[in-house]
């Protein structure tokens, strides 16, 4: 058949029924799953991430730190200035608010927690990260949720939220609920708080944080059930 009359019935929806034997005995090959990355292997593949322009300009990936598995998730925006240079995240007076913070609420964060960031490289100047930067950093975090089986989630800032929970509502309007987020295993309790960095800028919102940790641990502990 000419190329002509092939394109002709094809456009009025009609042609020979036949195929080619080769054709036919060809059996097609289903597409192979992809294994979901190992701890070792996502630590590896986040250390040498090149997906967005901050692999560019950082000093250092910030994976998170902390236990694995662990009851208790932590989830900020992105590294500052000293994060990006130690390689984790949460130091300096900040870092040193939020373990203030954990300790009044009964938790220890080098034994029931595992902090992290949306995203692993520090923007420059601080600045607030880019719609594309979250896209790209977004499947990592996911990963470290499934691997760390948290029993509960708590964001610390706007983005962090945002990112999490799919919104652009107001961090007022996050906080003292509790909502959900959808893991690989299920649906785990999430807490929206302030990030401590904020905290240590407007003193007095510290109250407002401490009515949140309070929902946080109310949370946890109602979802371990009783001892």
């Known amino acids: 058949m000419d190329a002509h009359r092939k394109r002709a019935w094809e456009a009025l929806e009609i042609g020979p029924l036949w195929r080619s034997r080769e054709a036919s005995e060809q059996v097609p090959v289903p597409p192979q799953p992809v294994q979901p990355l190992t701890w070792a292997e996502l630590q590896r593949t986040v250390s040498g991430c090149t997906a967005c322009s901050l692999s560019n300009s950082r000093q250092k990936t910030v994976f998170g730190v902390g236990a694995q598995p662990a009851p208790w998730m932590l989830v900020g925006e992105a590294p500052g200035q000293q994060e990006d240079a130690s390689g984790e995240p949460f130091v300096g007076p ?18 029931d927690v595992f902090i ?7 923007p420059p100047a601080n600045r607030d990260p880019s719609p594309e930067e979250v896209s790209r950093c977004e499947p990592y975090l996911k990963r470290q949720v499934d691997l760390v ?11 962090a939220a945002h990112s ?32 401590p960095a904020y905290l240590l800028r407007n003193l007095p919102e510290k109250a407002r944080s401490w009515s949140d940790l309070r929902l946080a641990r109310r949370t ?8």
Not at 116 to 122: D, E, G, Q
């Open 94 to 111: 900040a870092g040193q608010l939020l373990d203030q913070m954990l300790a009044a609420i009964g938790v220890n964060r080098r034994m």
């Open 164 to 195: 999490l929970l799919g919104t652009d509502a107001s961090l007022v309007s996050l906080r003292g609920v509790v909502h959900s987020y959808a893991s690989a295993a299920g649906p785990i309790p999430l807490v929206v708080t302030y990030h």
């Open 149 to 159: 089986q948290p029993r509960l989630i708590l964001v610390l800032g706007r983005f």
């Open 116 to 122: 992290t960031n949306v995203l692993k490289c520090r």
């Open 220 to 227: 946890f502990d109602a979802a371990a059930g009783p001892d």
